[in-house]
């Protein structure tokens, strides 16, 4: 769980977050769930494999604000040889959801076709409150 404070640059004309960016919140619970487990994306990206979003489904169920406090929270619900489904929650400081969402990532090659996932990455991700 990371914890995204909301500044002016967040939101759009309307004043509520910009929809898009919870995206990015979403990317970065990603990154801190996996190196909380050891697996470092740069690590991957060294030797030319990745993991690359193929699914986003988003909900949008309340408006956050400039000022705001959230709290986005990701965790695996499936995993297989080439796929994560990530499930996430962003809820606001009165703990009011904002956002649920999904999100599957598959790790490719440097060919950009699905790859095995090294057994150490799977193992380290399902390790620890997956």
């Avoid at 977050?17 to 990317?27: I, W």
């Avoid at 705001?68 to 619900?77: A, G, T």
């Amino acid at each position: 769980m990371i914890k995204e404070k909301i500044y002016y640059h967040h939101t759009d004309s309307e004043g509520p977050v910009y929809y898009a960016n919870y995206l990015k919140f979403m990317e970065e619970a990603r990154t801190e769930f996996m190196a909380e487990r050891g697996v470092f994306l740069k690590e991957q990206m060294a030797r030319s494999e990745f993991f690359v979003v193929s699914r986003q489904v988003v909900d949008y169920k309340a408006p956050a604000f400039y000022g705001d406090v959230l709290e986005v929270e990701s965790e695996i619900s499936e995993i297989s040889a080439v796929r994560i489904k990530f499930e996430h929650i962003i809820k606001n400081q009165k703990g009011e959801i904002c956002v649920s969402a999904a999100t599957t990532l598959v790790y490719i090659g440097s060919n950009f076709k699905p790859k095995v996932m090294p057994d150490e990455i799977r193992i380290r991700l399902k390790g620890k409150d997956a």
